[in-house]
């Protein structure tokens, strides 16, 4: 069958040999699955178990029936490394390989203007090999140092607790509290410490790239010797919220860090779509999202040089008169508090001539809500062929068009951000 992939040697096979008599049944090898992000996907031989395995995470892949009793698994737009655990109790191992290079894929990532890695003079040789999470933890290895070179930043918490002498300010409350017992007192000081939310969030970041799969030895020394920097910081509880931190100029050192560790500890548990009665662990991209961030973010400093404001996301649209109906665009454009235009970003390559039919209903919604004459759709290239140039789409006795745009992502970042400069002048340009 045309597309087709079959099993490589280097994946595992689905079933353990015979346990010898009287010995304790082997458990089966973890079933290996190396997943294109996009494409016609692998065929696999599958038992029931690994099939429930796969379908107890939705939105992670696509499986669907082949011949021969098989299965076809596709990739869904995401890429990472996922665990899941089938009903009885086997493992899948699931890698999904981006489309773009991994060098490509680290700068939509990290960029945000600013950074002291765009342009990075230290090659991420990880990315070489098209492996992303040797990557990103070779890339947090070298951010973290560089920030970690000036000393690790301190800063004043609050502390109740117990002591044998007056320290601070006496909890007067607590301390009434305990009649006939002077000691020990009950204070509230603040104190000077490295044990702060910018050194919890990344020491948590370098513990994960530590353990992340794939990791060359020298990097893991790399990570393994940063830690060692945040002695008295206390390591966060896996799965537990992230500690707030408000950007200053005290620690605008730790910014382009610490957005890194945020970036892997948001994504260190695979959270498909739907509820999924198995656990899964591992690190998954939705790669919708991450188009989308990347252009509301170039694209907002691009268009704020032209004097216009860019909203992401926005919640207060509505589509009826009675206020019922709400709608979240990816970005209206704003100039002098006015409404000037909109936009959707739209990750899927299409052929902007001929756009999906639910995209133009979209923006020809967005429009008319708003009140604008033009709306824009803005897609994802494919790698294998050219991004287009913008194709306008005039609705019929509507008034409005709506213009479809292409980025090619696998462009060297500097075209990127030139392509985007220009996709900021085309779309603010008078009718």
Same mark, same amino acid.
């Given at each position: 069958?045309?597309?087709?992939?079959?099993?490589?040697?280097?994946?595992?096979? /689905?079933?353990?040999?015979?346990?010898?008599?009287?010995?304790?049944?082997?458990?089966?090898?973890?079933?290996?699955?190396?997943?294109?992000?996009?494409?016609?996907?692998?065929?696999?031989?599958?038992?029931?178990?690994?099939?429930?395995?796969?379908?107890?995470?939705? !939105?992670?892949?696509? +499986?669907?029936?082949?011949?021969?009793?098989?299965?076809?698994?596709?990739?869904?737009?995401?890429?990472?490394?996922?665990?899941?655990?089938?009903?009885?109790?086997?493992?899948?191992?699931?890698?999904?390989?981006?489309?773009?290079?991994?060098?490509?894929?680290?700068?939509?990532? $990290?960029?945000?203007?600013?950074?002291?890695?765009?342009?990075?003079?230290?090659?991420?040789? @990880?990315? /070489?090999?098209?492996?992303?999470?040797?990557?990103?933890?070779?890339?947090?290895?070298?951010?973290?140092?560089?920030?970690?070179?000036?000393?690790?930043?301190?800063?004043?918490?609050?502390?109740?607790?117990?002591?044998?002498?007056?320290?601070?300010?006496?909890?007067?409350?607590?301390?009434?509290?305990?009649?006939?017992?002077?000691?020990?007192? @009950?204070?509230?000081?603040?104190?000077?410490?490295?044990?702060?939310?910018?050194?919890?969030?990344?020491?948590?970041?370098?513990? +994960?790239?530590?353990?992340?799969?794939?990791?060359?030895?020298?990097? =893991? +020394?790399?990570?393994?010797?940063?830690?060692?920097?945040?002695?008295?910081?206390?390591?966060?509880?896996?799965?537990?919220?992230?500690?707030?931190?408000?950007?200053?100029?005290?620690?605008?050192?730790?910014?382009?860090?610490?957005?890194?560790?945020?970036?892997?500890?948001?994504?260190?548990?695979?959270?498909?779509?739907?509820?999924?009665?198995?656990?899964?662990?591992?690190?998954?991209?939705?790669?919708?999202?991450?188009?989308?961030?990347?252009?509301?973010?170039?694209?907002?400093?691009?268009?704020? =040089?032209?004097?216009?404001?860019?909203?992401?996301?926005?919640?207060?649209? =509505?589509?009826?008169?009675?206020?019922?109906?709400?709608?979240?665009?990816?970005?209206?454009?704003?100039?002098?508090?006015?409404?000037?235009?909109?936009?959707?970003?739209?990750?899927?390559?299409?052929?902007?001539? @001929?756009?999906?039919?639910?995209?133009?209903?979209?923006?020809?919604?967005?429009?008319?809500?708003? !009140?604008?004459?033009?709306?824009? +759709?803005?897609? @994802?290239?494919?790698?294998?062929?050219?991004?287009?140039?913008?194709?306008?789409?005039?609705?019929?006795? $509507?008034?409005?068009?709506?213009?479809?745009?292409?980025?090619?992502?696998?462009?060297?970042?500097?075209?990127?951000?030139?392509?985007?400069?220009?996709?900021?002048?085309?779309? /603010?340009?008078?009718?």
């Amino acid at each position: 069958m045309a597309g087709e992939q079959e099993s490589t040697a280097s994946e595992a096979p /689905t079933t353990s040999p015979p346990a010898t008599t009287g010995a304790r049944p082997a458990l089966a090898p973890p079933l290996r699955l190396t997943v294109d992000e996009t494409g016609a996907g692998t065929v696999r031989e599958l038992t029931a178990d690994q099939v429930a395995g796969l379908l107890s995470a939705p !939105g992670l892949v696509r +499986l669907t029936p082949a011949p021969g009793g098989r299965w076809r698994v596709a990739g869904n737009q995401k890429v990472g490394l996922v665990r899941l655990r089938t009903p009885a109790g086997g493992a899948i191992e699931l890698l999904l390989r981006p489309k773009l290079p991994v060098r490509d894929l680290l700068f939509l990532l $990290s960029y945000s203007p600013g950074d002291p890695w765009h342009p990075d003079p230290d090659p991420v040789t @990880a990315a /070489t090999a098209d492996d992303l999470l040797p990557a990103l933890a070779e890339l947090l290895a070298r951010t973290a140092r560089r920030t970690l070179e000036s000393g690790v930043l301190h800063g004043y918490r609050t502390v109740e607790e117990d002591l044998p002498l007056v320290k601070g300010r006496i909890r007067t409350a607590d301390q009434l509290r305990r009649v006939g017992l002077p000691l020990p007192v @009950a204070v509230r000081y603040d104190d000077h410490t490295p044990d702060i939310a910018e050194n919890r969030i990344l020491l948590a970041a370098l513990h +994960l790239a530590t353990h992340l799969p794939g990791v060359p030895a020298p990097t =893991r +020394l790399t990570l393994r010797h940063l830690t060692d920097h945040l002695h008295g910081v206390h390591l966060l509880h896996p799965g537990a919220p992230l500690p707030d931190w408000t950007p200053t100029r005290l620690n605008s050192r730790y910014a382009p860090a610490l957005r890194l560790a945020e970036l892997l500890l948001a994504h260190r548990s695979a959270q498909p779509e739907g509820d999924s009665p198995l656990p899964t662990d591992g690190f998954l991209l939705d790669m919708p999202a991450v188009f989308e961030r990347f252009l509301t973010v170039t694209l907002t400093a691009a268009l704020a =040089r032209r004097g216009i404001r860019c909203a992401a996301q926005e919640t207060q649209h =509505r589509l009826d008169e009675a206020a019922r109906v709400p709608f979240r665009p990816d970005l209206v454009l704003y100039r002098a508090g006015r409404p000037l235009s909109v936009a959707d970003a739209k990750y899927t390559y299409v052929t902007p001539a @001929a756009p999906p039919t639910s995209h133009l209903y979209q923006l020809l919604a967005y429009c008319t809500a708003l !009140g604008l004459p033009r709306g824009h +759709l803005i897609y @994802a290239a494919a790698a294998s062929a050219p991004a287009p140039g913008p194709t306008p789409h005039v609705i019929r006795r $509507s008034g409005i068009t709506v213009i479809a745009h292409t980025l090619d992502l696998a462009v060297p970042p500097p075209t990127l951000l030139a392509d985007v400069t220009s996709l900021a002048e085309r779309i /603010t340009a008078p009718t």
